[in-house]
Nanobody, 124 residues
């Protein structure tokens, strides 16, 4: 069983930056693919970025492209989402997700394990 705990959310002004962390435990770390999604009120959950724990291969898509980066610290079994140039429309709950098939993908259905989420609020 994989446990994921997000941290680093909060309130920031537009143009600012935040770094989210997701600490992963349980299972075998090298089998993980870890991803970040977000969900704004009234919206569907949106994929942002994913990374393979074993190869470091990353996949970033959509709103995250050009402003967000994903990285990992193997010693801490932690994945990060660095978010720069934040906009009010980035306001959402941000979720960390994992699969143990080392499959980097942008679909929710590929991820069996989810954290509880961390709130990010961007004000004007």
């Amino acid at each position: 069983q994989v446990q994921l705990v997000e941290s680093g959310g909060g309130s920031v002004q537009a143009g600012g930056s935040l770094r989210l962390s997701c600490a992963a435990s349980g299972g075998t770390y090298n089998t993980y693919a870890l991803a970040w999604f977000r969900q704004a009120p009234g919206e569907e959950r949106e994929f942002l970025a994913a990374i393979s724990a074993s190869t470091g291969i990353t996949y970033i898509r959509g709103s995250a492209t050009g402003r967000f980066t994903i990285a990992k610290d193997d010693a801490k079994t932690t994945v990060y989402l660095q978010m720069n140039h934040l906009r009010p429309e980035d306001t959402a709950v941000y979720y960390c997700a994992a699969n143990v098939r080392n499959r980097v993908a942008g679909l929710e259905s590929y991820y069996a394990y989810w954290g509880e989420g961390t709130q990010v609020t961007v004000s004007t």
